[in-house]
């Protein structure tokens, strides 16, 4: 697998960005999100590049079949140090990057196929995104969830970054949550791709809006508040103009009955 590039960045990923107000609000939002579209437990849950289970382990203490691949071993030991008792014999582990996931999963077929966070570090999603429809299984969603380059200007006109912010409108890269330089996309791109591999998109939302606002301009937060800034978060992700103005954007299809 070569060097693990994610190893140095775990710690970071689990007890810092996603232990936050911000990290727990996305988890939050994402999760109502893909109650909406997936089918009742125990249906079979593949997250790619899925990660410490941030997203993925929510679904598994609901009874969802939870299969986690991800590239990084250090990721991997995080998820496994993470897994609740509740679910352990709902998830499953694997090894293996996302261009690979069909041959990782010995070609077994999802009822939901999620990748969130993932397209943004990569040079070129389509590879991926191949993968993610080929994992689907006829009828089932594919949820992605990545940087939304119509946005990109936000973060340093927050920042008060006055000639990064106006560079920004040109450009496709930011700074993710990690504070890794991140490509973005935008809807009509990554709904194109869907579509190339028989999968319909159904349906996008914005992801992180206030929250963002409220960090860049340097408010952290109360925790307090979590409950009441995720229910208008969630609330903001459904709507325009609110959904459009988000950081990153989260986009469900559905595959259809005929394999391309």
């Known amino acids: 697998m070569g060097e693990d590039i994610w190893a140095g960045l775990a710690e970071q990923f689990v007890d810092g960005a996603y232990a936050s107000v911000k990290g727990r609000v996305r988890t939050y939002v994402l999760h ?109 969603i594919v949820s992605i969830m990545t940087g939304n ?29 990690l504070g890794v330089r991140a490509r973005a996309d935008t809807v009509d791109e990554v709904s194109a791709l869907l579509r190339g591999h028989g999968v319909e998109p159904v349906r996008w939302y914005g992801v992180w809006l206030f929250v963002d606002w409220l960090e860049f301009s340097g408010v952290e937060p109360d925790p307090a508040e979590a409950e009441r800034i995720a229910a208008v978060e969630l609330e903001a992700s459904r709507r325009d103009p609110y959904r459009q103005l988000s950081r990153v954007f989260h986009l469900v299809g559905r595959k259809g009955a005929v394999q391309r």
């Open 32 to 140: 109502r999100h893909l109650l909406d579209h997936l089918p009742p437990p125990p249906a079979a849950v593949l997250d790619v590049g899925g990660g410490a289970g941030h997203q993925s382990f929510p679904l598994a203490r609901a009874g969802y079949d939870v299969t986690l691949l991800d590239s990084s071993p250090a990721m991997l030991d995080r998820a496994k140090e993470r897994l609740p008792e509740e679910a352990r014999q709902r998830v499953t582990f694997v090894q293996a990057d996302g261009e690979h996931a069909d041959e990782a999963v010995e070609g077994r077929r999802f009822d939901a196929v999620l990748c969130h966070g993932v397209l943004g570090y990569l040079d070129r999603p389509e590879p991926v995104v191949e993968q993610l429809c080929r994992c689907a299984a006829e009828g089932g």
């Open 149 to 177: 380059a119509a946005a990109t200007a936000v973060q340093p006109a927050l920042e008060r970054r006055w000639e990064d912010a106006l560079a920004a409108f040109d450009t496709r890269t930011g700074t993710g949550v």
